[in-house]
């Protein structure tokens, strides 16, 4: 398993690696096209067929996490709509655990997402994340995504952390291969990022179906 010794900065992902990735699927392939749909007029799967390829052709871009983009493309309020099933945000299972005991260690936690500042806005006050996070970084604040090594290259300049003892856990292999690439020594994927859905394939990458199965 990890080398936790060896490790004295922890990197956390938000969405299907701390929180259930259900309430994102959910939110942007139900309820904003039953929203959409409502507010513009239509039947709901007209606004399936005008929103699904909008996302797709930007997943893994910056724009595809920017919730101000989607409100301008889509004319809704994104939030608002986000606040209607909020109550669908909840951790992954042994995931507040594994927090708690990483807590006790003493090694840094940084919370380094892709998420908008208005998604994170959404989830805190279920996540409550700043009881064990030192640090919280978003790729929006650095202009560049998770996927891109620019981003790793600035926030090493930023944090400083030393990659050979640095842990990076992310349920999006795009996002780890990179991380890979940019010197950080520790990878770990999570399997089991939504809880509604079948595993994913995890690749080379050491795997868990959620961070409950982390804690020595
Ligand atoms: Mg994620």
């Known amino acids: 398993m990890l080398d936790w010794d060896n490790i004295d900065t922890v990197m956390l992902d938000m969405d299907g690696t701390l929180l259930d990735l259900h309430f994102d699927t959910y939110y942007w392939l139900e309820h904003l096209p039953l929203r959409y749909a409502q507010i513009h007029g239509g039947s709901v799967q007209e606004a399936k067929n005008l929103i699904y390829p909008k996302l797709m052709a930007l997943k893994g871009q910056l724009n595809w996490y920017c919730l101000d983009y989607w409100q301008s493309e889509f004319d809704v309020d994104i939030i608002a709509l986000k606040k209607e099933v909020d ?38 006050p279920h996540a409550r994340l700043e009881r064990w996070m030192h640090g919280f970084y978003h790729s929006h604040d650095y202009g560049y995504a998770k996927e891109e090594l620019a981003f790793w290259r600035a926030l090493q300049a930023n944090i400083g952390y030393d990659p050979t003892r640095t ?49 020595p």
């Open 87 to 124: 109550h669908k945000v909840q951790f992954l299972p042994g995931t507040e655990a594994f927090l708690d005991w990483l807590k006790t260690t003493g090694k840094h936690i940084y919370l380094v997402t892709n998420a908008h500042a208005g998604s994170l806005a959404v989830k805190q």
């Open 167 to 215: 842990l990076m856990v992310d349920d999006n292999m795009q996002v780890l291969a990179t991380a890979q690439q940019s010197g950080i020594e520790h990878l770990l994927t999570i399997s089991e990022p939504d809880t509604q859905k079948p595993p994913q394939a995890t690749g080379d990458f050491m795997a868990v179906a959620n961070l409950g199965q982390a804690i």
